[in-house]
């Protein structure tokens, strides 16, 4: 079936450093690729939606220039949060999907602690 | 995208079919119903999905009623395993979007 992979698993870092997330489809060219965000018993927060080739469409209240994503090929997106905070701390995850009626598939997430 | 009303919890014993219920009763004629399932601290795994015909695979069985305002996710012989949150979404086919609502945590016990 197919393969989202995410990396890394979980990262940990001081306040105000950068980090960057990749998603890759493994075994299929995703068109779209999303970013999703998740708290603690909270429900999965839809960031943007990316293309490849073109610029992310970020949802109402995502900041484009704290999340960066770039989509530069068929089966990599990335992911950089910049200037991390702790307030930044979340379940980051990512999907893709290939043709149109085609389901998402969903990478196993980022934990992300900022100190 | 129209949106779905899913119970908050259910039980269901172990070797059981467990039946869960999703509403949407606002579904347009080009929206598919879509189920996906999140096990504690991973990404969702899709389930299944289908428009209108009753859908069945390795995972599970999906019942959409005639006039498409509900449907049923059937898991036909739960195992402990099958403990998670399952999402209930409708999506306009070709559309991007996969909005999550809160989902029915299901808990499988033996």
């Known amino acids: 079936g197919a393969v989202v992979s995410q990396h890394p698993s979980w990262v940990i870092c001081k306040s105000g450093t950068s980090v960057k997330i990749e998603c890759r489809s493994l075994?299929?060219?995703?068109?779209?690729m999303f970013w999703y965000r998740q708290f603690p018993k909270q429900s999965l927060m839809l960031m943007a939606t990316?293309?490849?080739?073109?610029?992310?469409?970020?949802e109402q209240g995502v900041e484009k220039d704290k999340f960066l994503i770039n989509h530069a090929s068929l089966t990599l997106s990335t992911l950089t949060v910049t200037s991390a905070h702790p307030e930044d701390s979340s379940f980051y995850i990512c999907?893709?999907?290939?043709?149109?009626?085609?389901?998402?598939?969903f990478g196993d997430g980022t934990r992300l602690s900022i100190l | 995208d129209a949106k779905t009303t899913q119970p908050t919890s259910m039980d269901c014993a172990e070797g059981r079919a467990a039946n869960l219920p999703c509403n949407h009763s606002t579904i347009s004629g080009n929206e598919y119903v879509y189920w996906y399932r999140q096990i504690h601290s991973q990404g969702p795994q899709y389930i299944i999905h289908?428009?209108?015909n009753n859908e069945t695979n390795e995972m599970a069985s999906l019942i959409i009623t005639e006039d498409r305002k509900s449907s049923t996710l059937i898991l036909p012989h739960a195992t402990l395993r099958d403990t998670a949150v399952y999402y209930c979404?409708?999506?306009?086919?070709?559309?991007?979007?996969?909005?999550f609502g809160a989902g029915t945590i299901l808990r499988v016990k033996s």
């Open positions: 075994d299929f060219q995703a068109t779209t």
């Open positions: 990316s293309n490849e080739g073109s610029k992310a469409t970020y």
């Open positions: 999907s893709a999907r290939g043709p149109l009626n085609q389901p998402q598939h």
């Open positions: 979404i409708v999506r306009v086919g070709g559309g991007n979007k996969l909005v």
């Open positions: 289908g428009l209108k």
